[in-house]
């Protein structure tokens, strides 16, 4: 389980949003307990494709712009910044430049990834079993 806001994230949640019968409505259990402007996104994914990426790429494109500089990142930081190795200026240089590289080919792959995430892969991560072993069991 992960610990997501508060409640407790299970394979129930995890995976694609949607059934594995089609892209027409998001899985209720994952979008309960999450703010409305996050619903709001996957309502807008699922009614008007066309649209949600065009939403995604503004957002993308402001939130690149706030993110591609180390400034940026200790401005987002608020006043954690400086104040420990983790919040600093090496790791806000850090971040920028993966954010940078992550941006090479724009926000396709961001884009790519939410969708997978929100459509069907056509099989439901429960139904997976595989046996597992200790490291004694080698």
């Known amino acids: 389980m992960i610990n997501l806001g508060g409640r407790a994230l299970t394979v129930e949640d995890a995976g694609p949003c949607s059934p594995p019968s089609g892209p027409t409505r998001p899985r209720a259990g994952l979008l309960a307990g999450l703010d409305d402007s996050y619903r709001e996104e996957v309502r807008i994914f699922f009614e ?3 649209a949600a990426r065009e939403k995604f790429r503004s957002e993308a494109a402001q939130m690149y712009g706030r993110l591609s500089t180390p400034e940026g990142w200790l401005r987002q930081r608020g006043g954690r910044a400086g104040k420990d190795s983790a919040h600093g200026e090496e790791a806000a240089g850090y971040l920028a430049l993966i954010y940078r590289d992550g941006w090479t080919h724009g926000d396709d792959g961001w884009w790519d ?6 459509s069907p ?15 004694h069991q080698y």
């Open 121 to 135: 892969w056509g099989f439901e991560l429960d139904a997976i079993a595989a046996r597992t072993r200790g490291p």
């Open 113 to 118: 990834d939410w969708s997978a995430f929100l």
């Open 48 to 50: 008007d494709r066309a």
